[in-house]
Every structure is written in structure tokens, then in C-alpha cells.
């Protein structure tokens, strides 16, 4: 297996030279250590966050035409405008959440009942699934009655398990090789810490590291790319995982619009 380190931008422009552009594209949403929801505007390398947050919340995933907000134990579907769609109240602290492309893939394990929570066409549908063991670490849809789950296990090692949904079984089960620790998906890399460095296991077998200032947390906020925040730092990363080289971006400082909106 072939090592190589992640490349990383940080942004070349001043954010204030990117609000003289009319049209920004809009790059997804992120979620701020204050638990404000931003919207983050530009270009790769060149990043606008927003001053003010839309919602407030305790997890979220965003993809370009739906997102999941998860808020004081309700978890809402938002499509790509922004408008609710449907919601539930789960009473989970820390579910996880994943929508990849439209409404049909938002999905959330919620830990404390051991249960799948699926959109399914009009409403969110309930799965058991007691026969999943350990730590949930990353979920996704796997087909109309499948999902795919990343499980962290009390022997340090990750499973991947694949469910069906109406059943409540496991299909298959089996040891993701060569790695250790929480494991998170993103189509068919593979994210984790490894020592002091984040790792990231692209499609073609290639390890890329990044050394890391502590504790990661992976949260979609778009089709196509992903925001990185570390534990007791004030330190935003967007990764963009298409190819097979991994690039991160080093977003702008939002610790200054937090500590003045408290």
C-alpha cells in the first residue's frame, strides 16, 4: 500500500476581495463549534463563510439537493432550498447522520435504540437492527431496502456491515483491513486517524496523511466535499475527495463572528 502526503491550500485571496463578487457559488453548509449552521460561498482555496448562521444544531450532513439537521434530539430533512420536508423526533444526543444526493438518501442510526432512520417517499421510516454490535461510525445507503455501516469495535478493529432494512439483518459482515480506530466513508475512500496523522485511503489502495492538531470530526457539507474540525481549536478544513488525489482547503477564521454573536 502506497503512502502519500494530503495537499493542502490554504485561501489566496482576502475574504473581503470574494464579497465584491455578485455571484459567489455557493460550496455547502458546515456546522461551527458555536453549533451555528453556515453557509460557505467561493471557490477552491478561496472560501467566504457566512457571518450569520441559518439554524442551530447538534450534528448535520448536507449534500447539493437535501440536508440533515439534527437539533436537541429532532432530526429534519431540508431540501435544497432550504424548506423542511419532513421531520422526527428521535430523542438522540448523537446520531449519525448521512444524505449523499436527494431526499431518497438521508438516513441516521440512532445509537441509544439500535435503530436505522430512513426517508422513505413521504416520511421517515423506523429499522431495528439489534444485531449490530460496537460503535456506529458512518452510515449510507446501500439500495432501496439496503444500507452500508462502518462499525468501530471494542477489539480496535472497524467492520463494514451491510443491512436490510426491512428485516432488520445483517447481510454481510466483514474486517475492514488496515485500520484501527473510528473509520469514516466517503463514497469509496475511507477516512481515520492513524497516530498523530488523518488518514485517508483512496479508491486506487494510496494512503495519503496529514499530521492533525487532535480529535476529528467528519461531517458532509456538500455532494463533494467535506468539513474537518478538531476538538479544543477553532481549525475548519474543507476536503474535496473526487479523483484520486485528496485536496484540503484551510477555511477562514469564524472564531472572531462566534465570540462576537455570544
Known sequence: MRSDIVRIILPALAAGA?????????????????????AVYG?????????QPFAMADAVSFSDRAGLIASKGKIQLLGSDGLLIGEYNSR????????????????????S???????AVKQ??????????????????????????LIFNNDG?????VVALTAGDVISLDTVP????????????????EGKNLAIETPDGVRHTLRVPGNVVIERMSSEWLHLSFAGTNRHWALHLVGSQPELFVLPDVQSTEEAER
Not at 92 to 111: C, H, M, Q, R, S
Not at 157 to 161: K, L, Q, Y
Request: proline share 6%; with cysteine; glycine share 8%.
Open 124 to 149: 421517515f421510516r423506523v429499522f431495528p437492527v439489534p444485531a449490530i454490535e460496537g460503535r456506529v461510525t458512518s452510515i449510507r445507503t446501500a439500495g432501496a431496502d439496503r444500507a452500508q455501516l
Open 18 to 38: 470574494l464579497h465584491a463578487q455578485i455571484h459567489a457559488p455557493r460550496l455547502g453548509a458546515i456546522r461551527c463549534s458555536d453549533g451555528g449552521i453556515r
Open 157 to 161: 478493529s472497524t467492520s463494514r456491515a
Open 178 to 193: 488496515g485500520v484501527s480506530g473510528p473509520v469514516f466513508a466517503e463514497q469509496k475512500s475511507l477516512i481515520f486517524r
Open 43 to 51: 471557490l477552491a482555496a478561496n472560501f467566504i463563510v457566512a457571518d
Open 113 to 119: 435504540e439500535r435503530t436505522l432512520l430512513r426517508w
Open 92 to 111: 438522540e444526543a448523537n446520531p449519525i447522520l448521512n444524505v449523499e444526493g436527494d431526499k431518497a438518501t438521508a438516513i441516521a442510526w440512532l445509537p
